[in-house]
């Protein structure tokens, strides 16, 4: 059995987080466990586990004073196993559809076979796709009284904020270099491994705030007696460098190097995020690294995009692939000719939809006032926006989103250009270029980038 699972969290106090320790013992002494938890934070802190040991709280046989499980009877044993069939984990990073949610919920009404309660443990809520997500609502604002949900997630801000207001919030944060070096002198002390300690704080850094991270280099070490780390930091700089010049075909000789020398893509977009956030915290004036070469708003695009890949690197059948994706869509047609100056020609409907596409990746609030517009005229680098109503007329204007727009404009067309926002009247069968063809917005489009 790996480390991982071997010294794996069985009862609360095993939990390494304090406050996590201490909001969870609150409400199990309270004798009032509530229906619905939503455990928030990074991964391989400890979210899974917890909602383990609930789940074997409120099935435990033979509970112990303190209200811990006691893991020796049948259904502590099970649960532990992970076969338990009223303990129910879903990964909704591939089960996110309304279907998989409406069998949750014929489902729940059904009495426990053998337990005294069903517990579902719906891992990364956030994939939930917003028809499942309203669907799983109902039932958490009306669950019968013989089920627990536990809802985990990397990123709570992409949930909807009815579900986090039916369920009891527990933050899970990162944990720090001394609390992962403690942790894993338990498990150096189990073992008997021999390390020294100035090892031992090295894994505590490379784990990343990650007490599974930090197990599993702890492994390797065992095995292996070093530690043979995947370094991805030393070629960085120099694959944002070809990002920088929208080499895409360099980035792509890049990544397929670093995958056939053994590295894994997972390391790779961690560490391409890590140092793009340092870039784009010191352009906003907060200690960071500059990245001379890219402005604030590529950084924003490049963390979006890449930011997206990472989440899919997980179900992906190459594993590459959405690394690679992401690297093609950011080099573009400027791949061809880098550069920050030198206007769009001969682009219409692309110009367009691009400059859709990364003002959504910026602020999908202003994308979403672009759909009631249109670009009526260019000239003199100074776009006339047509806005069919006053409202978003309005908000266009407003300095802060204005700032935005125009520097979306900006990279897209390689050059500084101020829009001015005119009222129009809107199409007559439609009010916003969608997914769908809408002639009418295409051909003044065409019209405008054309020349």
Known sequence: MTFYLKYRPQKISDLDLPEVRESLSKIVKSGKIPHAFLF????????????RIIAKIVNCEHPMNNGEPCNKCAQCRSIIKGNNLDVIELDAASHRGIDDIRMIREAVNLAPSRAKKKVYIIDEAHMLTTEASNAL????????????FILATTNPEKLIGTIKSRTVNI??????????????????KSEKIKIEKEQLVLIAKLAGGSFRDGVKLLEQFSVEGKLSVN??????????????????????????????????VEDLTLSLLKRLRLGLLYKVGVEGQDIASLSKL????????????????????????????????????????????GKK??????????????????????E??????RPI???????????????????????????????????????????VCILTDPPVQKVALTESVDTDIIKAAEEIFSN
């Open 345 to 366: 020609v001969a682009m219409g409907e692309e110009t367009w939809k691009e400059i859709l596409n990364k003002t959504k990746a910026v602020n999908a609030s202003i």
């Open 368 to 373: 979403a006032l672009l759909r009631a517009a």
């Open 40 to 51: 928030a934070g990074p991964k391989g802190i400890g979210k899974t586990s917890a909602a």
């Open 231 to 264: 370094n991805t930091d030393i070629n960085i700089d120099t694959f944002i460098s070809s990002l920088s010049a929208r080499n895409t075909q360099k980035c792509l000789e890049d990544i397929e190097k670093f995958i056939t020398k053994g590295g894994q």
């Open 377 to 419: 005229g260019l000239d003199k680098n100074v776009l006339q926006l047509g806005v069919y109503y006053k409202f978003h007329k309005e908000r266009l204007e407003d300095g802060k989103i204005r700032k935005v727009f125009e520097d979306v404009v900006e990279m897209v067309l390689g050059t500084p250009t101020k829009v």
């Open 298 to 341: 590529d950084l924003i695009v490049l963390i979006d995009l890449i930011s997206k890949a990472a989440m899919e690197i997980k179900n992906a059948v190459i594993e590459q692939l959405p690394l690679e994706l992401a690297v093609v869509e950011w080099g573009g047609d400027m791949a061809k000719n880098p550069g920050p100056v």
């Open 137 to 148: 609502l109902k039932t958490l604002e009306e669950p019968p009284d013989h089920c627990v």
């Open 171 to 188: 933050y899970f944060r990162k944990a720090s270099d001394d609390e992962i070096t403690n942790s894993l002198k338990r498990v150096v």
